[in-house]
């Protein structure tokens, strides 16, 4: 299979775990006969450095040209956000491409390998074989897409926001959740507030009609108070969580503590027509930027996600998510993980123990 990737590492340590991400991709195309073909272009302070722009129009042409975005991360320095490099750099460049190609789906999956339970901050005997979860959150409508308003009303301070969800947006999003859950478990948590919201009575009865069209997949509905609950008290008992933008932003943070590292947070923006964009759901990390010392398993796993969920890879995609906990159960793994694995290595070292335990 042939398939052009727009590459942008952006900033901090994005460069190092794309570098490792590129040569895992590499060891699947030498083993699986695929030739991917690597378009590198700036974003954030790296394209600023060139183009005085956070997202340069070439950029945005080498996109539109590839068949996946990968990207690593962007920003500076939580204390340089004054220099103009940096300034809005996040905005800039995030908001600007989920805006550019119309990005209405948000994946994150938290995992939490068996032997790095103790990281999590939940109590062991909850994750007794780890965790594996993805939630889906919509990300063009709900009340943050509505008219806001703040003022006054009837003498005094008064304001509003109004949520809004039409059916194709609802949909989009839970088609893909279903066609996602079937590449796993085939599960589905759809989390709404319908006891009192009319979007999510809305949302409820858009993806029961959803869930007739995938008999073989189980589908059941949770309020989002319950969900945030469960989170903390029985995670093991959800695959897919299907939500809407305001709860999706609130639950997919409180996943991403689970695993104990934000470098092990892979992620996902997909427009409707399954355009996409595959990173880590962390930042760019500037203070250890630089050292080797970052976690790429974010960065090879959002690789992963973009060979299964977008080029149906699902053997070669295995393959790497298998190498990952292979690498991970013999003991190794980066500095952020030092509390739970035997041996620290540097994120090069650990991306070559990844490498040979492809099989
Ligand atoms: P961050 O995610 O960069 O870092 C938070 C903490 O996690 C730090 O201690 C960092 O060292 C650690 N960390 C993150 N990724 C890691 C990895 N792969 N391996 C090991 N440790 C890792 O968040 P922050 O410090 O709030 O922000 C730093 C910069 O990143 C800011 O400029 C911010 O705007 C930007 N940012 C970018 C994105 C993105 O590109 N998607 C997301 C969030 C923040």
Redesign the pocket.
């Known amino acids: 299979m042939d398939k052009n990737i727009a590459i942008l590492a952006?900033d901090?340590?994005g460069p190092e775990?794309m570098q490792s991400a590129i040569s895992v991709l590499d060891a699947i195309s030498d083993k699986y006969g695929h030739s991917f073909i690597y378009t590198k272009a700036l974003v954030g302070g790296a394209a600023y450095e060139k183009y005085q722009n956070h997202l340069p129009q070439d950029t945005i042409e080498i996109c539109k040209k590839s068949d996946a975005i990968l990207f690593g991360?962007?920003?500076?320095p939580?204390t340089e956000q004054t220099n103009p490099k940096?300034k809005n750099?996040?905005t800039n460049s995030?908001l600007a491409i989920r805006k550019e190609f119309n990005f209405n789906i948000n994946l994150r999956k938290a995992t939490i390998y068996p032997n790095l339970v103790d990281l999590s901050p939940l109590k062991n005997s909850l994750i007794p074989n780890g965790l594996d979860i993805v939630i889906l959150r919509e990300l063009l409508g709900d009340i943050y897409f509505g008219e806001h308003y703040l003022g006054n009303k009837n003498g005094s301070r008064f304001a509003s926001d109004i949520a809004e969800y039409s059916e194709e947006q609802i949909l989009s999003i839970a088609r893909y959740a279903f066609d996602v859950a079937r590449l796993r478990t085939k599960k589905v948590v759809s989390v709404d507030k319908a006891n009192v919201m009319a979007t999510s009575k809305l949302w409820r009865e858009i993806v029961s009609e959803v869930a007739k069209e995938y008999p073989d997949v189980e589908c059941s509905d949770m309020l989002v108070d319950n969900c945030a609950m469960q989170l903390v008290r029985n995670p093991s008992q959800f695959d897919v969580i299907l939500t809407a933008n305001l709860f999706g932003d609130i639950l997919s943070d409180e996943l991403s503590v689970l695993s104990g590292?934000?470098?092990m947070m892979p992620s996902i923006s997909l427009n409707a027509s399954g355009f996409g964009l595959y990173?880590?759901a962390?930042?760019?990390?500037?203070?250890?930027a630089g050292k080797n010392i970052?976690?790429p398993i974010?960065q090879i796993l959002s690789a992963s996600m973009m060979l299964s969920y977008l080029f149906n890879l699902q053997k070669e995609a295995q393959a790497i998510e298998h190498a990952i906990k292979t690498t991970i159960m013999q003991g190794f793994g980066?500095l952020?993980l030092k509390d739970a694995v035997k041996v620290v290595l540097g994120t090069k070292e650990f991306t070559k123990e990844v490498i040979k335990n492809i099989l």
Do not use: M
């Open positions: 952006g901090g340590i775990v991360s962007v920003g500076g939580v940096w750099c996040e995030i590292s934000i470098g990173e880590p962390g930042g760019s990390a500037p203070e250890i970052a976690n974010a980066t952020d």
